[in-house]
């Protein structure tokens, strides 16, 4: 038996949830959902033997797609704003990386040209008075 203190809770991208389920949660038919599938819409990830496993994401995805169809907006419109989204969401991880790097760089580059502290053997003070 596993050690429930070990558990490590799937997280969004992780496929756990069977066609089923994933239709239940969407609110969507099975047969819509394969559908779907075939389409590129939302992709599940696979078993060994090939059945499909939604994540949250996917569910959420699902969601997302319902609501987007219940606009009026049709299914390769659908398919480029979850494009869109998903360019928009890489971007926006690729910009949190890069303003990490540049605060390490400048935190490196700012204690660069520090000047060492001086020891306190051989220090003097100097009064400057104009002539």
């Known amino acids: 038996m596993t050690d429930p203190s070990t558990f490590d809770p799937p997280g969004d991208d992780t496929p756990v949830f069977v066609i ?25 990830g696979r078993t060994v033997g090939g059945g499909r496993r939604y994540s949250l994401r996917d569910i959420e995805q699902l969601r997302q797609v319902s609501q987007l169809s219940a606009q ?9 704003i979850l494009q869109l989204q998903n360019e928009v969401d890489e971007l926006r991880r690729h ?3 890069l ?17 060492a502290v ?14």
């Open 72 to 80: 009026g907006i049709g299914l390769e419109g659908v398919r480029r």
């Open 95 to 97: 910009v949190t990386v």
């Open 20 to 44: 089923s389920v994933a239709a239940e949660l969407s609110g969507m038919h099975p047969q819509t959902l394969r559908s779907y599938d075939r389409m590129g819409l939302v992709s599940p």
């Open 118 to 131: 001086p020891s306190s053997q051989g220090t003097a003070v100097v009064r400057w008075r104009r002539p």
């Open 99 to 115: 303003q990490s790097r540049l605060a390490t760089a400048e935190s490196a580059l700012l204690d660069s040209r520090l000047p």
